[in-house]
């Protein structure tokens, strides 16, 4: 009777062992494939940050409606040929009839892919919310360039490319 006992308490500590092991396990490996958080970015002094920064507080001020940030991280060379940007204003109304359709941009990713001395590669991904609720992903690289001002999107949106 005591020998039975014994393995019946053995038998309940493997299988409690097993258990937690298990549990532990997938919890480690949740924690794994889960995205680490995108870190804000201070729209303080642009011209100290570098690509991957520049495309998180592109993003952060569209979201929040900073215009006038995400017009300093663009280049003046794609303000001069996008019709869209030519004037701060302009710039303004085009940003604002986005809000017209969605209601959220939210940073899934951004990570730069490569850079030299003048051109950086940042690859991200975004989710908009539209104001029904449904929500579209979407994703590409940025270019920035590097100039005299700091780092600067040459192809935001739209079909022209600052090539300067």
Not at 27 to 37: D, E, F, I, R, Y
Not at 112 to 122: L, P, R
Not at 126 to 135: A, H, L, S
């Amino acid at each position: 009777m005591e020998n039975l006992k014994n393995i019946k308490t053995t038998l309940f500590v493997v299988l409690f062992l097993i258990f937690l092991v298990n549990a532990c396990s997938k919890q480690q490996s949740q924690q794994q494939t889960t995205q680490k958080p995108i870190q804000t970015v201070s729209a303080d002094d642009v011209s100290r940050l570098i690509p991957e920064q520049v495309v998180i507080l592109y993003f952060q001020a569209w979201n929040d409606k900073k215009y006038d940030v995400m017009y300093s991280l663009i280049s003046d060379g794609f303000k001069q040929i996008e019709p869209t940007g030519k004037t701060f204003g302009d710039f303004q109304l085009y940003m604002d009839s986005f809000f017209e359709t969605a209601s959220e941009i939210k940073i899934i990713e951004a990570k730069q892919a490569y850079q030299s001395e003048k051109e950086a590669g940042v690859n991200y991904k975004i989710e908009i919310t539209m104001k029904d609720g449904t929500k579209k992903e979407f994703e590409n690289t940025y270019t920035p360039k590097k100039r005299e001002n700091g780092w600067k999107l040459i192809h935001p949106y739209g079909k022209n490319i600052d090539t300067s």
